[in-house]
């Protein structure tokens, strides 16, 4: 209902951006770096952050920008299921049949991956998104797929992507032969306070908004509430401007903030 009150054209604070139009944090930057140095060394490597923190935008973000012809990414978002459950994902993603048998499904993957590497001439980037829940075995295969030729020849790229957890469980002594594989490990922050203004004004000229909306008291309790990730600053901020319009008001005030935390509380 916002939209004509503040005449915007889109929404502000909708998930769906491309890419060229994401706020470059400095969290941000640095994750993209880590992840395109990750590709580089054709190796595995993890991110974890906080639920709303912007994984998987910033993978979206870097993988934009690969040259199609040189690299194939694979996009699998796993949560329970056994082994072989996850080798049917990936060959799904890969464009392979179907397989019953876990060892013929291994086999299906490697042997496709090695036709991208040796025949295409593509690297396959593998990301595994919510591996907070994979089960220890599934971790444990996942590291063997990228095992080739005695370890010398790293022909798949794979990023683990998950929740904080992931971090802590990689570092548990049953997964260390995958925690020594690892040769990027990158935990992405929120927005630090000086940058949420920022942040604002660029969502809100994405709309079409010329000036500030949103009063200093405001952007300051927008911190406090969102601690500074994406996620939770565009659901409280969609929030904000919906309760600013209901009272005819053009800037956001703290009060609005407030009323928007409110309502957003389970």
């Not at 996942?142 to 010398?152: G, I």
């Not at 794979?158 to 957890?165: A, F, K, S």
């Not at 919906?242 to 389970?266: D, F, G, I, R, S």
Request: charged share 25%; aromatic share 6%.
């Amino acid at each position: 209902m916002y939209l004509r009150h503040f005449a915007f054209t889109r929404f502000p604070f909708e998930n769906s951006l491309h890419a060229d139009e994401l706020y470059a944090s400095g969290a941000r930057r640095e994750a993209e770096a880590r992840l395109k140095h990750l590709i580089e060394l054709r190796g595995i490597g993890l991110l974890t952050g906080e639920v709303g923190s912007g994984k998987t935008t910033v993978c979206r973000q870097v993988t934009a920008g690969l040259h199609p012809g040189r690299y194939r990414v694979y996009y699998v978002s796993l949560t329970t299921g056994n082994v072989l459950d996850m080798y049917k994902a990936i060959a799904w993603e890969l464009g392979l049949p179907t397989e019953r048998s876990r060892a013929t499904a291994y086999r299906a993957i490697r042997n496709e991956v090695s036709r991208l590497v040796q025949e295409a001439k593509q690297l396959p980037v593998l990301i595994v998104d919510e591996a907070q829940h994979l089960r220890n075995d599934v971790l444990e295969d996942l590291r063997l797929l990228t095992s080739y030729a005695m370890d010398a020849d790293n022909r798949l790229c794979l990023l683990l992507v998950g929740l904080t957890e992931l971090r802590r469980r990689l570092s548990m002594a049953v997964h260390e032969s995958l925690s020594q594989r690892l040769v990027v490990r990158h935990h992405l922050a929120g927005l630090v306070r000086d940058e949420i203004e920022g942040y604002l004004t660029h969502r809100l000229r994405l709309a079409g908004a010329e000036t500030p909306l949103f009063v200093p008291a405001a952007i300051e309790a927008l911190y406090q509430a969102s601690r500074g990730l994406p996620r939770k600053i565009n659901r409280i901020a969609h929030y904000a401007l919906t309760a600013a319009a209901l009272e005819q008001q053009h800037q956001v005030t703290e009060v609005h903030l407030q009323t928007a935390v409110e309502e957003l509380q389970p």
